[in-house]
């Protein structure tokens, strides 16, 4: 891992040469404090915002080179400065949305911790669940909005009658209280 200070621009950076095998360059900009390239060994070229945030050193991904010009990456960096100074942590939201549960994991779990425990019909709930939301267990979510519900109420109701739509919307707002 070979690190290296050079003032960016799209010549100098098109002519770093590929890392070494198993290994990445580093080249940290020197007008934009924080701003790096990163050359991995098969030439790939990302901008990143290195940082520490917390406490903690972090690199938070801003685009490829050439895609990302290098104006463009330095305005990026000072934006996300400027959020972190704030208060804002980019890394735990996204960890936040990556590790939200998704529709089929809440549903296991409300199956488990409360159907099946206090309810006669809880095959019956399994069952409806299973038939028409199926669609939904790899969704996070915050990806299933009211417009989305409300359609498949609509539908549920003129395929299978407003009783039907509506247990199922039941059974959704007990699942996800969307």
């Not at 070494?20 to 404090?33: I, L, N, Q, T, W």
Request: proline share 3%; charged share 35%; glycine share 6%.
């Amino acid at each position: 891992m070979a690190s290296h200070r050079l003032n960016f621009t799209k010549a100098a950076l098109s002519k770093a040469p590929a890392a070494k095998k198993g290994s990445r360059d580093y080249y940290y900009d020197e007008r934009e404090a924080g701003l790096i390239l990163a050359v991995t060994a098969a030439g790939s070229k990302s901008f990143y915002l290195y940082k520490r945030i917390e406490g903690r050193p972090e690199r938070l991904l801003l685009g490829k080179f050439p895609d990302m010009t290098v104006e463009q990456a330095r305005k990026a960096a000072a934006k996300a400065k400027g959020g972190i100074a704030s208060g804002a942590n980019p890394q735990k939201e996204k960890k936040a949305i990556r590790d939200e549960m998704t529709f089929g994991a809440l549903f296991a779990e409300y199956m488990d911790k409360y159907s099946k425990l206090h309810k006669k019909s809880w095959k019956y709930d399994e069952r409806e669940v299973n038939k028409y939301l199926s669609h939904w267990f790899r969704r996070k979510i915050s990806s299933i909005d009211r417009s989305e519900v409300e359609r498949l109420h609509a539908k549920i109701g003129k395929d299978n009658g407003l009783y039907q739509a509506n247990r199922l919307l039941e059974r959704i707002r007990s699942i996800a209280p969307l």
